[in-house]
């Protein structure tokens, strides 16, 4: 079994910046100009499946709207949750929880945000949204639009990166990537297509 992924990161919001995890923001002016640019060339998409919070479904039911695909809400592909520090940006954090900022930056699997969601939790829902996709979406071509965070865990599987280098990936906003996934053996594999598309 296969399916083809393409991976879009939603474009800047309303807030524009720091730890938005599970934050629902609208998107922007530039936002949606953004999203719309990286999808102006036709791809052969079949269905398109969206994190349900705003700033990735508005953009997809547009798009949905407008190719006449059919679009499905898939809450596994929600941002990370950075619990107490959502809201807050680096800079802010720099001042008062330097220490945890670094270590969460140096091994961010190995120190959680206070209240946040573990890395490896994350990774898990992920990979599990991944896994049911593939089974059930069998030889299309499948638009996800998500967040920066899942993307980076899908790709870090895809190269086989090491967990402690997850954060290296640069995820722009309306960045798209493009992933075959499948099975082999039971077992999930990811191989990156593209990277940008």
């Known amino acids: 079994m296969s399916v083809h992924l393409d991976l879009l990161r939603h474009g800047e919001t309303l807030s524009n910046g720091g ?3 599970r934050l629902d923001d609208a998107l922007s002016a530039t936002g949606w100009q953004q999203l719309r640019a990286a999808v102006s060339q036709d791809a052969p998409w079949q269905r398109i499946v969206s994190s349900p919070l705003r700033r990735c479904w508005g953009f997809a039911a547009e798009l949905a709207h ?4 059919p679009l499905e809400p898939e809450p596994d592909l929600r941002e990370l949750d950075f619990g107490e520090w959502e809201g807050r940006t680096a800079a802010e954090l720099m001042a008062d929880q330097s220490d945890a900022l670094s270590r969460f930056w140096r ?3 190995g120190f959680t945000p206070p209240g946040g969601e573990l890395l490896v939790a994350f990774e898990t829902r992920i990979l599990a949204a991944i896994e049911r996709l593939a089974d059930r979406c069998t030889g299309e071509r499948v638009l996800l639009v998500t967040h920066a965070g899942v993307i980076r865990v899908v790709l ?3 190269r086989g990166m090491p967990r402690e280098r997850l954060l290296e990936f640069e995820v722009a906003h309306a960045a798209l990537f493009g992933l075959g996934a499948g099975f082999n053996d039971a077992t999930l594999w990811l191989e990156e297509r593209c990277s940008p598309c």
């Open 107 to 109: 091994d961010p699997y």
């Open 156 to 158: 870090a599987r895809a």
């Open 19 to 21: 730890f938005r995890g």
């Open 66 to 69: 407008q190719r006449q695909l």
